[in-house]
C-alpha cells in the first residue's frame, strides 16, 4: 500500500491507495449480518431480509465458481450475530432474535461436511450486536448488549479445546454495534455506541489475552457504529456505519505497529450493519443497509489496495 505524503497533523491521518470494483452480489439483500473465511470460501449467516424479517439461511461465496449457494440454515433466526473462524471452525457467536432484539447466549458450529450448525457450550449470558477477535485459536468476545437491554460490560473466552467460557477483564467502555479484530496476539475493538446512533464512538481499546489487561489506542478518525472490519496483511480496514439518519461510506485503516489511523478510498456504496472479510489479498464487503434503520442490498464490493 503507497502511503500519500500529506499528513494531517490534527488526526495524524494519512491517506492510501486502492481500488474498489463490484463483485457479485448476494442471492438476496440482508443486513445486520457477519462474515468469516473457511477453506478460501466466505461464508455469511443470519440477518434481516428484504421485508425486515430476521433470517436462518446461510450462504457460501466460492470464488472459484465466483458464485453463492446457500448452505445449511443455522438452527434459528439471528441478526447482529458475529461470525468467527478458529482452527478450521466458523463459529456464530450468540447475536439477536426476534424483530424486538432478544439477545442469545447460542454458539453453533457449522459442520462442513455434514452441512449443518452444531451446539457447543453457551455463552456466559446472552449478548447481540458484539465483536469476536480469534487470538491463539481462542474466541475473544467483546461488547454488546445483553438483557434488559444493558450494555455488557464483562468480556469472555471461549476455547475449543475444552468447550469452556471464561470470563475475562472486562471492556473498559462498554458499547454495542461496535466491530473488533485481531492481529497478532491483541484483540481491538473498535468504534460502536450506546444504543443512542447518534452517539458513535470514535474509541479504540485493545485487550492482551496474556496479560489480561485493555489499553487505549488511538481514535479512529470518525465516530461510528454499525461498522464491520477486515484483516489485511496485518492492518484493519473499516468500514460503513451509520448514524440515526443517514449511513456512512467511510473506510479507514489501522495499523497496530504504528498505532496510526489511514484514510482510504471510501465505500462506492454507503451503509451500515454490513460484512466484511479478507480472501486471496481482496477485502469482501458484504451486504448491508444503504439508509439507515431498517434497509437491505445485496451488494458487494471488492477492495484491491
Do not use: C
Request: a positive charge.
Amino acid at each position: 500500500m503507497r502511503l500519500a505524503l500529506t499528513l494531517v497533523a490534527a488526526t495524524s491521518v494519512f491517506t492510501s491507495d486502492g481500488r474498489w470494483s463490484p463483485a457479485t452480489p448476494l442471492p438476496e439483500p440482508i443486513q445486520e449480518l457477519s462474515a468469516a473465511v473457511v477453506h478460501g470460501k466466505i461464508y455469511i449467516a443470519g440477518g434481516f431480509d428484504r421485508s425486515g424479517k430476521p433470517i436462518a439461511k446461510a450462504f457460501r461465496f466460492d470464488p472459484a465458481a465466483n458464485r453463492w449457494e446457500r448452505i445449511g440454515d443455522l438452527p434459528a433466526p439471528r441478526h447482529h450475530m458475529p461470525l468467527a473462524v478458529a482452527g478450521d471452525t466458523l463459529y456464530a457467536v450468540g447475536g439477536l432474535a426476534e424483530a424486538t432484539f432478544v439477545p442469545e447466549n447460542t454458539l453453533w458450529i457449522y459442520r462442513e461436511d455434514l452441512n449443518r450448525w452444531e451446539p457447543r457450550a453457551p455463552l456466559p449470558s446472552p449478548r447481540g450486536a458484539s465483536g469476536v477477535g480469534v487470538v491463539n485459536g481462542k474466541l475473544v468476545l467483546v461488547g454488546g448488549w445483553g438483557l434488559g437491554r444493558k450494555l455488557v460490560d464483562s468480556s469472555a473466552i471461549y476455547d475449543p479445546a475444552t468447550n469452556r467460557w471464561t470470563t475475562v477483564a472486562p471492556i473498559p467502555t462498554p458499547r454495542d454495534h461496535l466491530t473488533a479484530a485481531a492481529v497478532g496476539s491483541m484483540v481491538y475493538a473498535i468504534g460502536g455506541r450506546p444504543f443512542n446512533p447518534d452517539r458513535n464512538y470514535d474509541l479504540v481499546e485493545a485487550y492482551d489475552p496474556a496479560t489480561n489487561r485493555w489499553t487505549k489506542k488511538s481514535p479512529m478518525p470518525s465516530r461510528r457504529g454499525g461498522l464491520a472490519a477486515a484483516v489485511l496483511e496485518g492492518k484493519i480496514h473499516a468500514f460503513g456505519g451509520e448514524t440515526r439518519s443517514s449511513v456512512f461510506d467511510k473506510h479507514e485503516v489501522y495499523d497496530p505497529a504504528t498505532d496510526r489511523w489511514t484514510s482510504a478510498p471510501p465505500l462506492p456504496t454507503a451503509r451500515h450493519g454490513l460484512g466484511a472479510a479478507t480472501l486471496s489479498g481482496k477485502i469482501y464487503v458484504i451486504g448491508g443497509g444503504p439508509k439507515a434503520g431498517f434497509a437491505q442490498t445485496d451488494v458487494v464490493e471488492m477492495f484491491v489496495p
